[in-house]
């Protein structure tokens, strides 16, 4: 039996793929990660990408569905937005369709047929739709040369977005009369998500890529004891036109914080699993199109939001494990332009975790595991080494000991001496026989009369009132600082605040309390606003609501940022940018050279 793809196969294949990432994507080289992968794929072999967020996957499968003898079937899980996705497939003048329960009978007919009769070179489906008797009897008739498994973790129990009906895919592809080529594409790195991956979609002798995690543009930030409401409002504030992500761990707390960037007059959305589904399908919609510039949201949200210019990513809270942290932080900067992922830790955020991990899951085993990993987590949130580093570390990468881009290797910091005022919050943990938690210690220490303090007598401890000049945010900052630092830990359901060894000879006046804190930093703004980049923006803008689609899908940040850099003045000049292809130059070409005369001239 031939493999359609294989039949593709040639000595210049890899050239003409090249030719048809310049002519339709506008992009001149592979990335390095992309290459290997695109050959094995055009070699015919089943394939395992597992590439980060913003690696360039989607290409990888597109280039070569273009160069097959047949048809390429993508599954994804996610129908909201494979119409995103095929219209920028179509903006690029690569014949791509979709089904989904969004399409009428009539129209999902005219897809198949198009797809049989060759008019489709790339048809994206979601699973649920293999059991659909119409959809195999088209499909049969069809001659499939690829299948492409988007998000391919998600056939994996182990993976953090499990779906049943991934498990359908491997049958589906045994049913069809020849073997296609299967590639499989996730940023699931696990070797239990792996195995499952190979091994429920029956892969046959798969060529496994797993391509470098670094993401050199991202800049990763942890910020430890912070207030966050304060913090979030100055960020985000600070960045009024720049697309960013909150992500917080529950509900209540998406509501929560998207009430107060509201309040303060932020283009904010909400997003998660409580909400009509209507109005997250409008608030993924205007997030997207840049109606609105900021969305707050659940992990719920995000798996195939592939908006490529998302400036930063905060985490309000910790995440489970850091894949979902990796994963959740990589949807910024997916165009290659610099993008902030900024964590705000809090020791309440594991037990919020804790408490999840206890509710959600029965088995045991299962239990424990995800206990380690959130373990994990809770170390990159303390660790006084680069972080970059840690998290290439922790997907089995090797990563120099620093990176110059992360809080830890940039910070300018200093030694503070909190020896006294750790005795002083020690000392009051003790007399409180380490059964209360940091709220009702902070009261304590801040000499208030509120009623539990009262009710325990506590006004008659020695430490009542030892920082009565101080506000409770700033007793409860310098408490968290000492958990965060090993002094302290907070533990079980009510969140106990306890005295950890090192206090001991801290207490004993034998030891000091140092610690290293960072500086304020005030960073700039990522993007220093400039009249070229801002004029070409509106235009793409304009173009977008012509055409009812995404900003991104007209052109890219990293597009834009290019056209300022190399300044074209002719078409020819116009195609040398990257993200320019064919389609676009004809499309746009003329369109923003006009802007880049007019802007360029006027300054
Ligand atoms: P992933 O699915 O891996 O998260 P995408 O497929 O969405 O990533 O690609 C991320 C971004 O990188 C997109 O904006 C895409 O156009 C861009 N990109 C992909 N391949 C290349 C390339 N070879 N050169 C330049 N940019 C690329």
Redesign the pocket.
Known sequence: MTNNLAQTNGADTLGRAKAY?RRF?G?R???PA?EPVVKSLLDGQDTVAI?????????CFQIPALLASGVAIVFSPLISLMKDQVDALSGQGVPAAFINSTLSPKEVANVLADAEEGRVRLLYVAPERIDDPWFAEAVSRMDVALVAVDEAHCLSQWGHDFRPSYRAIAPFIASLSRRPTVGAFT?TATPEVRDDIIRLLGLRAPVIHVSGFDRPNLFFDVRRGEDKDKFLLRYVTARPDESGIVYAATRKQTDAVYALLKKRGVSVGRYHAGLPDEERRQMQEDFLYDRLTVMVATNAFGMGI?K?NVRYVIHYNMPKNVEAYYQEA?RAG???EPGQCVLLYAPGDVQTQRFLIERSIEDEARRTYENERLQRMVDYCHTPGCLRRFILEYFGEDAPESCENCSTCTAETETVDLTVDAQKVFSCVYRMRQHFGMALVAQVLTGSGSQRVKKFGFEKLSTFGLFKDRSQKEVNLLIQRLVATGYLTVEGEHSTLRLLPPSFPVLKSEAKVLLTLPKEPERAPIEATDALFDALKQERLRLAKEENVPA?VVF?D?TLRDMCRLLPRSLDEMAEV??VGEQKLRRYGETFLAVIRETADKT
């Open positions: 990432l994507f992009y080289e592979f990335r992309q590439m980060p967020t913003g690696a360039g996957k989607s290409i940023a592939d490529s990589g997916r165009d290659g991104f890219s990293a990257k993200g």
